[in-house]
């Protein structure tokens, strides 16, 4: 039983809001100097199916309006956004490499590597390895980042991602992103899904909350 508290953040390179939770959990946790964070990589099309969930673009409704959310996201946050291309693109290739560079890199260098903006903001296919590599060299090296995409293959790294996957459904996972919070002293998890709850996360854990950091000139909805 910790006496800190804790958040485990279950997201997928895929995920427009896995995305926005990420770059927000790691824009509020430099307030939350007493809560344990950690990112980590799942296969969102495997807890959709284990979930026997939908992805919001294959129902017709919610992708309609995921379109126009994203924008209003965007502008409230400050987050940069430019709906890529490609989409959805294959991202296992991108998590398998996320999972080495959890196992192998400083965490501080991890969250870089998790909060690029390639595939997001600068609409890289990071689906492509090459594309990936690039993406990722500025941060780790052309040499360590070649390296890290051939160990993708690894069985280890392979089955390291199932387990985070089945490990999130077990824990009750719908979508991405997904929060199992603990509080401290205690080990009973509590979910929280989607990268718009952060204030009742906030509240629950009776952290600091600013709100969401406006930008200069709204987006062009």
């Not at 400083?106 to 590597?113: G, M, R």
């Not at 204030?199 to 909350?209: K, Q, T």
Request: hydrophobic share 40%; glycine share 6%; aromatic share 10%.
């Amino acid at each position: 039983m910790s006496t800190r508290s804790s958040i485990v953040c279950y997201y997928d390179v895929v995920s427009p809001y896995s995305y926005y939770g990420v770059k927000l959990l790691n824009r509020y946790k430099t307030q939350w100097k007493d809560v344990d964070v950690e990112l980590r990589p799942v296969f969102l099309a495997g807890v959709l199916s284990g979930s026997k969930n939908q992805a919001p673009a294959n129902v017709a409704a919610k992708g309609a309006y995921m379109f126009k959310d994203l924008a209003r996201v965007s502008a409230a946050t400050g987050i940069p956004l430019k709906f890529p291309s490609n989409f959805p693109t294959m991202t296992v290739p991108a998590s398998r490499l996320l999972v080495i560079i959890q196992k192998t890199e400083s965490v501080a260098t991890y969250e870089q590597c998790v909060e690029k903006e390639a595939y997001w903001a600068e609409d890289q296919d990071v689906g492509q390895q090459e594309i990936l590599i690039s993406a990722l060299t500025p941060i780790l090296g052309a040499d360590k980042a070649a390296k890290y995409m051939q160990q993708t293959s690894e069985k280890e790294i392979k089955q390291q991602l199932i387990d985070n996957t089945n490990e999130a459904i077990d824990a009750g996972a719908f979508g991405a992103p997904t929060f199992i919070i603990k509080k401290a002293g205690s080990d009973k998890p509590h979910l929280f899904f989607g990268s718009d709850r952060f204030e009742v996360m906030a509240s629950f854990l009776g952290l600091p909350y600013e709100g969401l950091a406006p930008q200069t000139s709204p987006a062009k909805l």
